[in-house]
């Protein structure tokens, strides 16, 4: 089956098997290996893109499902090679350990930052809960967040 929408806001066509998933294509056909496999079943996070401004998990979303939308990967952040002030932020907090769950943890907290640039701690904690994190560093995920909140 084809399949249009548009990837990291160009415009894309793309032939997929009828039970296809988005992590799967992303990482295939597009080649946006950024987007990382883990769990398989939207338990973990790490596949975390956005869908219409949305944070979802590609691992399980199906590509006959996608016609006519928006995705944004972790590539979309820093198209020019400028780093998005959040990969600013988890690099001047030292968030990465392992680095495993790092797309996912910052497409979420940047779908947060879209719809809430000033947000709680509880906020950030209660959106960012479900994106899993195996190295444990909640707290400097936290901090991160609450630094590039600040600076809007």
């Not at 399949?3 to 597009?30: G, H, I, M, Q, Y």
């Not at 869908?51 to 990967?73: A, D, F, W």
Request: hydrophobic share 35%; with cysteine.
């Amino acid at each position: 089956m084809k399949v249009s929408f548009t990837l990291n806001r160009e415009p894309v066509v793309v032939e997929v098997e009828d039970n296809a998933t988005l992590l799967w294509t992303l990482r295939d056909k597009f080649q946006l290996t950024g987007t990382k496999y883990s769990c398989g079943i939207a338990q973990c996070g790490s596949c975390t893109v956005h869908l219409n401004g949305n944070p979802v998990r590609s691992c399980i979303m199906p590509m006959r499902t996608i016609e006519g939308k928006e995705v944004l990967t972790i590539e979309s952040l820093s198209p020019d090679g400028d780093l998005h002030p959040l990969q600013e932020a988890w690099i001047e907090e030292q968030v990465p350990q392992c680095g495993y769950c790092q797309s996912g943890q910052i497409m979420q907290a940047a779908a947060l930052l879209e719809k809430n640039p000033n947000p709680s701690r509880d906020e950030i904690v209660d959106h960012m809960d479900g994106v899993l994190c195996r190295c444990g560093a909640y707290n400097r995920i936290i901090r991160a967040i609450q630094k590039v909140s600040s600076k809007s």
